[in-house]
């Protein structure tokens, strides 16, 4: 006879199972109550609402629907990659038909006739270029102007520029200044090998050569040209991925040799080397025209660092030091005149250390706490120098044990307690700026995934949502009605001045409105593993954090996570905000497009960048 099961899940042979007993599975317990040693991981599991379970009907990940034709594949490819895409594409576009446009202008109906039939093909292709880089100076300093972008990314035209892309366009544009330069300068090389063979004055393969190295380097246009070339890549050099992130000091300083770059550009072409065939010769409107596509995005630019001397004046000093473990410094600072949005991010300046670098940092502070806060690691040249001088001592033998600081961090410096005998040096801040993440509460669900030290971002957010869902501090409700906070970390210590907020949350959040799941992806040796589990049986809490929230280890099924957010918010538009290695950041883009569905839930991917 076959056993009555009480569920598809019940795979017993009707003996007692250690099935029976999974907080998943409901089941029947004399008395009405459930042995007290499960009660915890039940409401656990409860609060993780299926989206992390492994033995149940729930972790296996149900694979989305494709879009049936072109229009639905359409719409989801506009969900996060249609307007980027298509905002590039125009831009390209524009480069093609000035290119074209350009080359037939120069070509045919150019007053240079001489010019094209002395030097021949290589005349309008370098004229061409130029005039390409000339339409690159209209956009190069448009995207670092932050306070433009931050302004302009709160109008309707965040729906349709990609602003929160700024990074990338810079750089796509000075690649851009980098192709054109090479074309032009090849260009010319030929046409000045021409000049230099018909040199009457040049009889000899020696005199050739000397005209031509004349031609390079003792003529206005030779001159500055290659100045302008040397002082290009030279900053394109420097700021390459690998070059920035080892040594930020050589980015910053030989970027400011942009300077130098216009100053050359718009003398470059004044000298009229070339004269055209018929008057005007070399009137102002023909000659030296850089300043014309500069002047748009130089003024703003301009407007910019006025801006910026204007706010660095405003009373501005750090409240409170606070060191914490894992070389994690948090500054807490007072400023006039200034309010923030959760998501946003400052550059910070220490005279002290350096009065010219200006280094960006994540706030960490809610806009409804009477601060603003960063938490900085302690990894670089500049971050070293500002921690030695706010008090911090990183680099003590006393520090480097395991018990540096108490999780909660211990205070350095204050300017309240007159007991910690230390003069705070001056700092200035420019910002805030706007980001990705600052778009989080245009959506009722929204998925957080930091990676190490990139969980800074959510700490502001998840302050916020605290104050709102809570109304303290007068705070502003809030459409969210739920939040997945994932946090991918190697080592638990990584950020252990998050483990507070992470705890003030689970405290505060009766509604189980915040989810919390946290992954360790370091190898645990067995018998590690072992002891894990021993403590966490019966425990009211994580072995590991502490908290009512599990802990994952290995990373995270992004198929089972998105497929779960996907059943359990349908016709929903999630909000997936990242903050972290680029590596991650393509799969969690991926599955964004992958689960997201025109007339269903739809997953908006946004990453930090600066």
Not at 117 to 133: C, D, E, Y
Not at 356 to 374: C, K
Not at 426 to 438: K, L, N, Q
């Amino acid at each position: 006879m076959p056993l009555k099961r009480s569920s598809g899940l019940d795979f017993s042979d009707g003996k007692g199972s250690a099935l029976d007993q999974h907080p998943d599975v409901p089941s029947n317990y004399a008395g009405g109550s459930q042995p007290s040693h499960l009660q915890r991981n039940k409401t656990e599991r409860r609060r993780l609402q299926g989206l992390q379970r492994s033995l149940t009907n729930s972790s296996i990940s149900k694979a989305p629907a494709k879009p049936a034709n072109w229009r639905q594949q359409f719409d989801v490819w506009m969900i996060n990659e249609g307007g980027r895409q298509m905002f590039f594409g125009v831009w390209i576009f524009l480069h093609l038909l000035v290119a074209i446009f350009g080359f037939i202008h120069y070509q045919l109906k150019d007053n240079s006739e001489t010019a094209r039939q002395l030097f021949g093909v290589t005349f309008p292709i370098a004229r061409t270029a130029a005039l390409v880089l000339h339409v690159d100076v209209i956009f190069i300093l448009l995207p670092v102007c932050r306070n433009f972008i931050s302004i302009l990314r709160r109008t309707p035209l965040n729906d349709i520029i990609p602003f929160d892309k700024n990074i990338t366009f810079h750089k796509a544009t000075a690649w851009s200044i980098v192709v054109g330069t090479i074309v032009h300068i090849l260009a010319h090389m030929v046409n000045f090998g021409k000049l230099a063979m018909l040199d009457t004055n040049a009889t000899t393969t020696g005199q050739r050569v000397a005209a031509f190295f004349a031609a390079n380097f003792l003529t206005g246009p030779g001159a500055t040209g290659w100045i302008m070339t040397a002082a290009l890549f030279t900053m394109v050099y420097f700021a390459m991925e690998k070059k920035r992130r080892a040594n930020f000091e050589w980015f910053w300083y030989s970027h400011h040799l942009f300077i130098v770059f216009f100053i050359a550009w718009q003398l470059h072409g004044m000298f009229c080397m070339i004269k055209p065939d018929r008057p005007p010769y070399c009137s102002p409107n023909t000659i030296g025209v850089f300043w014309r596509y500069w002047l748009v995005g130089g003024v703003i630019w301009i407007w910019e660092r006025i801006l910026r001397e204007i706010r660095s004046r405003h009373i501005t000093y750090i409240s409170k030091v606070i060191q914490h473990p894992s070389n994690v410094m948090e500054l807490q600072i007072k400023k006039e005149k200034t309010t923030t949005r959760a998501g946003q991010y400052i550059f910070l300046s220490c005279p002290e250390v350096s009065y010219f670098q200006w280094h960006p940092f994540t706030l960490t502070s809610a806009p409804e706490e009477d601060y603003i806060s960063v938490h900085i690691r302690v990894v670089g040249d500049f971050t070293k120098a500002l921690a030695k001088a706010v008090g911090c001592d990183f680099d003590t033998k006393e520090s480097k044990g395991k018990g540096d600081a108490p999780a909660g961090g211990k205070v350095v410096g204050t300017v309240a307690n007159s007991a910690i005998n230390r003069t705070l040096p001056r700092v200035m801040v420019d910002g805030p700026f706007g980001s990705a993440s600052e778009d989080f509460l245009n959506y009722e669900t929204i998925l957080l995934v930091g990676a190490g030290i990139g969980v800074t971002p959510f700490a502001s957010i998840l302050k916020s949502i605290w104050y709102r869902m809570n109304n303290f501090n007068q705070s502003k409700p809030t459409r969210l009605s739920k939040v997945y906070f994932t946090w991918v970390i190697r080592d638990f210590g990584t950020a252990e001045w998050f483990h507070s907020l992470l705890h003030a949350i689970e405290e505060q959040d009766t509604s189980n409105r915040i989810e919390i799941n946290i992954y360790l992806t370091a190898k645990i040796k067995e018998d590690d593993m072992n002891n894990i589990i021993v403590q966490d049986v019966g425990a009211e809490k994580d072995a590991i954090t502490s908290l009512r929230a599990p802990t994952h280890f290995g990373r995270p099924n992004w198929d089972r996570v998105f497929s779960s957010i996907g059943e359990k918010h349908p016709e929903t538009d999630v909000g997936v905000f990242f903050c972290g290695p680029a590596v991650l950041s393509k799969t969690l883009k991926q599955m964004s497009n992958k689960y997201s569905q025109p007339r269903g839930t739809r997953f908006f991917f946004g990453k930090e960048n600066f």
